[in-house]
């Protein structure tokens, strides 16, 4: 009897173990790094994986705990979408031996890595492209064929240069859509997945996840069942290689949409949060917190976790925040509160954290990804080679990591500082909100409960503010500051002052 309650116990442990490695990613934070544009080793104007190996340490300060790196597969163009060969690296980031020196150097820093796995369509130089376009088997049907041009509100459609038939294309004739309905391409797929799993990849970020399977025209082209049965199988494949791998879906959609991809906890481990994103930047940039009111209870109201939901400010699609908010670091600072306090697993984008924006001449999605400004020199400390070859920002003073550095309350700094906070406090992470009524540009809220309880406050006004907070009269310890405050009645706010006042117990 007593061998059988050992054994018990033991199942007990190991099952509780197994399932903390494989949700490792719940409540970490994350950096989304553009390889060529981050930091450039051999002078030659392209970032590398040497690269972000060298810039681990400066990551690491910032509280992350794992990279998503945009593209890294052989692609004949600089945003690297358009993939020709998914078990080669591209040869302008270095050699394979790289990346898994990036792998490693990572790991030793309790940082994962996971791979930007584009497989919604390959680029048109494609191996398999080219047999299917010229019907060599087994590549016949590997991408979607029509002999007529179909009806309808398509994305797109692009005739074949050999074939005399037309290809699914809904991201443009480069990037031919793949025929998930054939067996074989899946099985390709699966073992694109398992090369870079067993290489020391910790999951993927799924492109397009959406667009897998499209069923017709108009709105058939999306979200399709067949769509979240493959990913569901995907998944499953995966979890079978490597058990603790993490896959996290782009689905360009509103939350409920989002969250048929969680399918019951079968599917996707996460999504990110395009509707958070927009209620953020409008929360941060106007003080209105009804967009973002409205996202949190529609999120608690679905069937998937709040977490499932991957929150973020801006990525390599959308525009910078700081052209949003018109450079203004008050706005950026609010920004960084509202997705550092939210639950889930947050993305940074590179350069977000010193406020690097979009100028005029850097339009388009090379505007959006920019070089990496290290610093106030003539290349912004990206590279020692004359030549760069891809846009750069400006990087005067405080736009860059040298200058930010310095600064105690810099956005560099405030950045660090909450992800830090994300791991003492409980209340930090929580899913329990309670948005208190105030006055006009005065974003104030609480979270967690009990003991473990913040009262988050920021000014978004130009001016001193006075604000009614009788109903939260007490002791208080800011945990930004260590400050101590004792609210009684009114509280006064300078312009642009953020507060996170607790009186919660550190985590053990």
């Known amino acids: 009897m007593r061998k059988i309650v050992y054994c018990l116990i033991f199942v007990v442990i190991a099952t509780c173990l197994y399932s903390n490695e494989a949700t490792w990613y719940k409540n970490k934070v994350f950096y989304e790094v553009f390889v060529r544009s981050f930091y450039d080793t051999d002078g030659n104007g392209i970032g590398d994986f040497n690269g972000v190996t060298e810039k681990l340490d400066y990551i690491k300060s910032l509280g992350v705990d794992g990279i998503w790196l945009m593209p890294v597969f052989y692609s004949p163009s600089p945003h690297g979408y358009d993939i020709i060969d998914y078990f080669k690296v591209n040869p302008v980031y270095g050699t394979e031996d790289d990346l898994i020196t990036l792998f490693k150097e990572a790991e030793k820093r309790d940082i994962k890595i996971i791979l930007d796995l584009v497989i919604n369509h390959t680029g048109k130089f494609h191996e398999w492209f080219k047999q299917s376009d010229l019907k060599v088997e087994p590549y016949t049907n590997f991408y979607v064929w029509a002999k007529e041009k179909p009806e309808g509100e398509w994305l797109s459609w692009t005739k074949g240069r050999k074939r005399d038939e037309w290809y699914y294309s809904s991201f443009g004739g480069g990037m031919p859509d793949l025929n998930f309905r054939n067996l074989l391409v899946r099985e390709e797929i699966k073992k694109i997945a398992k090369y870079w799993l067993d290489k020391g990849a910790g999951g993927f970020r799924l492109d397009a996840a959406r667009h897998i399977i499209e069923n017709g025209p108009g709105e058939l082209q999306k979200d399709t069942p067949e769509t979240v049965e493959w990913w569901t199988e995907f998944s499953q494949y995966v979890k079978s290689v490597k058990p603790d791998a993490l896959l996290v879906g782009e689905v360009w959609a509103g939350v409920e949409q989002v969250s048929t991809y969680y399918n019951g906890g079968k599917g996707l481990d996460l999504c990110f949060?395009?509707?958070?994103?927009?209620?953020?930047?409008?929360?941060s940039s106007l003080g209105s917190m009804s967009d973002f009111i409205d996202t949190v209870n529609k999120k608690k109201s679905l069937h998937s976790p709040y977490d499932f939901y991957a929150p973020f400010l801006s990525n390599h699609d959308t525009v910078r925040t700081m052209n949003i908010f018109s450079n203004n670091f008050n706005k950026a600072k609010a920004a960084a509160v509202l997705l550092l306090t939210s639950p889930g697993t947050p993305f940074i984008y590179y350069g977000e954290e010193i406020g690097m924006y979009q100028t005029a001449t850097g339009k388009g999605d090379n505007g959006k990804r920019t070089?990496?400004?290290?610093?106030?020199?003539?290349?912004?400390?990206?590279?020692?080679g004359a030549k760069l070859r891809h846009d750069i920002s400006d990087n005067k003073n405080p736009y860059n990591v040298q200058f930010q550095d310095k600064k105690k309350d810099s956005l560099l700094n405030l950045y660090r500082k909450l992800s830090e906070l994300r791991k003492k406090y409980d209340g930090m992470t929580s899913e329990i909100y309670h948005f208190i009524e105030n006055?006009?540009?005065?974003?104030?809220?609480t979270k967690g409960s009990d003991e473990n309880k913040l009262l988050i406050l920021i000014n978004q006004s130009d001016v001193i503010k006075k604000i009614e907070m009788s109903d939260y009269n007490g002791e208080y310890t800011d945990i930004l500051t260590d400050k101590k405050y004792v609210i009684r009645g009114m509280l006064a706010m300078k312009k642009g002052e953020i507060r996170i006042l607790s009186m919660a117990t550190l985590k053990p």
């Open 273 to 283: 949060d395009f509707e958070g994103a927009k209620a953020i930047a409008k929360g």
């Open 371 to 384: 070089i990496m400004q290290w610093n106030v020199s003539k290349n912004a400390g990206f590279t020692q």
């Open 439 to 445: 006055d006009a540009k005065i974003i104030s809220f």
